[in-house]
């Protein structure tokens, strides 16, 4: 689930803003990729294409940590980017693991020179068999040149009480009627073996019935 909204910069707390930018291309890099957009500077083939420095994004992600069950999905992240260049552009918004902590791509709608988009995404755990801890990289580029770059890290760890699935606190026969629900949609792989099997029911049940630590 994404959604987007626009929003002010400063309305949320920027818990980690960094900002990147443009480095110089030549034409034959960017060969593969069409011409370049109405408005981008331009030059004679063979010449080098510079990118003004002073472009470039900024992300914001809140919270700076976010927790879930192994498998179960991952509190939302809040990512606010700011289009620091000058051209109105789209925006790629990535969640990157080096642990398999996984997530889908966005894309926002254009924004202007100035402007700011709010994009609330979320991330899945791995199961047990998986990193209980991990890093994540919130990274943006911009779909105009396909290079300007900003990124935001996020700190992800698996829940102290690995049955509260629905992220309400504790373990509830909720948590269980929710997993039930992840598992007929396929996405409750709470082992990590890979895929969800009645294996992870059985393992999901276990650990509920041993209660919290």
Do not use: H, K
Not at 118 to 125: G, K, N
Request: with cysteine; aromatic share 8%; hydrophobic share 45%.
């Amino acid at each position: 689930m994404i959604a987007f909204r626009p929003c002010r910069s400063g309305r949320i707390a920027a818990l980690l803003v960094l900002v990147g930018g443009f480095g110089g291309q030549t034409a034959a890099d960017r060969a593969d990729r069409g011409p370049l957009p109405a408005g981008w500077p331009q030059s004679p083939p063979g010449d080098e294409v510079v990118l003004t420095s002073d472009a470039g994004l900024s992300v914001v992600a809140f919270p700076g940590r976010i927790e879930a069950a192994p498998g179960g999905l991952a509190d939302p992240i809040s990512i606010t980017i700011t289009n620091n260049s000058r051209w109105t552009t789209p925006i790629t918004v990535e969640i990157e693991s080096a642990m398999g902590w996984g997530g889908a791509a966005a894309a926002t709608p254009e924004i202007t020179p100035g402007g700011s988009v709010m994009v609330t995404m979320f991330t899945r755990a791995p199961g047990i068999a998986g990193a209980s801890l991990d890093t994540l990289i919130i990274s943006a580029r911009a779909a105009a040149d396909n290079s300007t770059r900003g990124f935001a890290s996020v700190t992800a760890s698996r829940r102290a009480c690995i049955v509260d699935w629905n992220s309400a606190g504790g373990a509830t026969v909720q948590d269980i009627f929710d997993f039930l629900g992840d598992y007929f949609r396929q996405t409750a792989d709470f082992n990590g073996v890979g895929g969800t099997s009645v294996q992870d029911l059985f393992e999901y049940l276990y650990a509920y019935f041993d209660g919290c630590a």
